[in-house]
């Protein structure tokens, strides 16, 4: 590549000596387990394997990896929310949902809870704009329950009297205290009991 002033060849970039991909998908799960406020620079670059500068380079400050942390989480261990919503009917989404919550919360080989949840529950001040980040990203899987219930009352699939908007709420609630507990320790078989035994009676208003 030549400068338009002098001719000459312009120095090339040099080249990132660490994969991108795998280091996000580190510095996720570092995220994941520890909280956001948790997740000392020092660690994260530890566990991604780079240095604070290339991690600046290539991702931004820590909000922005955080922000980059939760797309990744999002479209890949949370996005049983995505297929429970094209389910044929509202119990198989609630089902699926349920399910996939207490599955993915639950894997040895990944930390317990939710991101989404435990990311930034007990932050200062300083991290506000990361707790109101989480907050929207809770309230969005709510909204899209809400408008996948709402297509099942106009289709006939819920009782015309059915609240879509409270009936996505009951079901996020119960989705985000199973990732609570399985934080807390909780086992895969018990949660599971806990979704069974609220979907039992389906709807439940």
Request: hydrophobic share 40%.
């Amino acid at each position: 590549m030549e400068t338009e002033q002098t001719g000459q060849r312009a120095p090339l970039g040099r080249p990132r000596a660490f994969d991108t991909e795998a280091a996000l998908e580190r510095a996720m799960l570092f995220f994941w387990e520890h909280g956001y406020e948790g997740a000392s620079l020092s660690g994260l670059t530890k566990a991604m394997g780079v240095s604070t500068t290339s991690m600046y380079t290539a991702f931004g400050n820590k909000e922005d990896l955080f922000r980059k942390a939760l797309e990744r989480y999002t479209e890949g261990p949370s996005a049983y929310l995505t297929r429970a919503l094209e389910e044929p009917s509202a119990r198989a989404v609630a089902t699926a949902l349920l399910t996939g919550t207490v599955r993915t919360t639950t894997r040895p080989a990944q930390p317990h809870g939710c991101l989404g949840v435990q990311g930034a529950l007990a932050t200062g001040t300083s991290a506000a704009t990361v707790r109101d980040l989480l907050a929207a990203w809770r309230e969005d899987g709510c909204n899209r329950l809400r408008e996948r219930f709402r297509q099942a009352v106009d289709e006939g699939d819920l009782p015309a009297t059915t609240d879509p908007g409270l009936l996505g709420r009951y079901v996020s609630t119960l989705a985000f205290g199973i990732a609570v507990q399985a934080a807390s320790g909780i086992g895969r078989d018990e949660l599971q009991q806990m979704a069974d035994a609220a979907l039992a009676a389906w709807p439940p208003f």
